[in-house]
Each structure stands twice: as C-alpha cells, then as structure tokens.
C-alpha cells in the first residue's frame, strides 16, 4: 500500500464520496504510479503519500460535494497536468465521459499508463486550449469543464467556457482569496455566454482554504472566443 487509504476514504467521506474497495485500490496504483513518474518528469511538488491523498486526491473529490454531475455526465479538464482533478472524479465516478486535455504530451503519456494500470479509459486529447476550444468537435459539446489552475479566473474562464454546451457549467477551483479574482472576472464571463452562480469556500485540511466556482453557461459563447493565448495574456477580457 503507498497511500494512506483509510485517510482518504475519511477525507472522501467528508465530501460525500463513498469510495468502494476498488476505487481505493485505483486510487493507490494512481499515486505510487505518480511518484514513480516524477522521479523522470516534473509532475507535481507534492510527492509523499498523505500529501498525494489529501493535496491532491482529497481535493479534486470536493469538487462531488460543491457540483451536481449527473449520470453519465461529459467534462472536459482543461491542462488537467497529472490528472487533477479529472482523474480522480472519473476513479470516483466512473460513468463520467472524460476528456483530459493537456498541452505538453510527455504529461498525457503519463496519464495514459495511469489509466492503463487501473483499468479505466478516457479520451486524451494533445492540444492548446484556445486551438482545441475553436474545433467543431469540442466547441459547446460538454457538460461540464474543470480546471485546477493557477492563471487568473478571467483568463482561465475564455480557455474553458467556450468548451461548455448551453445550461453546462465550468467549474474553477482555486486556492484561498478567490473573492478578488471573482468580482474582477464577471464582466468577462458575461461575455463569453457564463454567470457565476456560485463560490464555495472551505478548509483542506492542513492544505488550508480552498474555493470551488460555479459558473454556468447561460449563452452560446461568441465565435471569436477563444482568442489566441498571446492575446489573452495581453488584453484580458475587462
């Protein structure tokens, strides 16, 4: 055993989240997987196994106590890295149809032994998220999006609204003081067809205070949008 299953199955308990016998033995394959990877790719800073099953399990399982994701439901995770929180929702609920997406292809390679060695499936899909969210094939198509990322909510929210299909939600986590990011992001997400309906504030643990925002599709997003990063990063959407 490398993760401290009984921890996390406390922890997913916290959130709701039953976590059977063998989503426990998914979840610890995943994480010594995880550290083995990292030892040859830069995956994540956090690589002992209680900060594995609380930073980064225990985390993305939240997002099933804060989000309704009905039977079946499509999400798309936007730069999931090593998997969060994609992964994890789908070890937890695996009637979700999954799309991790990720830029940098060496972390899909990853992911995809992952999967492999669990004996679960996703779609992997190697792209940018502004090229992606242009195609026919995934414009407007999911119910869901995800991210767990470190860029601002109004950039992170042109990457990912534009993925989700009318009456669909993106769901953003954050760390602590997301009020800022919140009130500075809701023009721009007006305007990309969104309307937060919700921010859930609570503890991690030791890991502090986290922050789960709702924001749901309203509209169809304009078709300009995504724009290419380089303007995103230059002229964020006021």
């Given at each position: 055993m490398f993760i401290p299953l009984e921890k996390l199955k406390e922890y997913a308990l916290n959130f709701g989240v039953l976590l059977d016998d063998t989503a426990l033995e998914r979840f610890d394959t995943y994480g010594r997987l995880l550290a083995e990877w990292n030892e040859k790719i830069n995956l994540t800073a956090i690589t002992d196994p209680e900060g594995i099953a609380l930073k980064h399990f225990a985390d993305s399982l939240s997002v099933l106590k804060y989000c309704e994701i009905g039977e079946g439901a499509s999400l798309i995770d936007v730069g999931t890295g090593a998997g969060f929180p994609g992964l994890a929702l789908l070890i937890a609920r695996p009637d979700i149809k999954l799309t991790l997406l990720d830029s940098t292809k060496k972390k899909l390679t990853v992911i995809e032994d992952i999967l492999s060695n669990i004996g679960l499936s996703a779609e992997l899909l190697h792209s940018r998220a502004e090229e992606a969210g242009q195609k026919e094939e995934y414009r407007e198509k999911f119910d869901f999006a995800t991210a767990r990322a470190v860029a601002n909510l109004r950039e992170l929210s042109e990457y990912c609204l534009p993925f989700v299909k009318k009456s669909g939600s993106f769901i953003?986590?954050?760390?602590?003081?997301?009020?800022?990011?919140?009130?500075?992001?809701?023009?721009?997400?007006?305007?990309?067809?969104?309307?937060?309906?919700?921010?859930?504030?609570?503890?991690?643990?030791?890991?502090?205070?986290?922050?789960?925002?709702?924001?749901?599709?309203?509209s169809s997003t304009p078709g300009k949008y995504p724009r290419p990063s380089a303007k995103i990063a230059k002229n964020p959407l006021e």
């Open positions: 953003s986590m954050k760390a602590a003081k997301a009020d800022e990011e919140i009130s500075g992001a809701k023009k721009a997400i007006a305007v990309l067809g969104g309307k937060i309906e919700k921010a859930e504030s609570f503890v991690l643990g030791e890991a502090g205070e986290r922050n789960i925002i709702m924001i749901k599709k309203v």
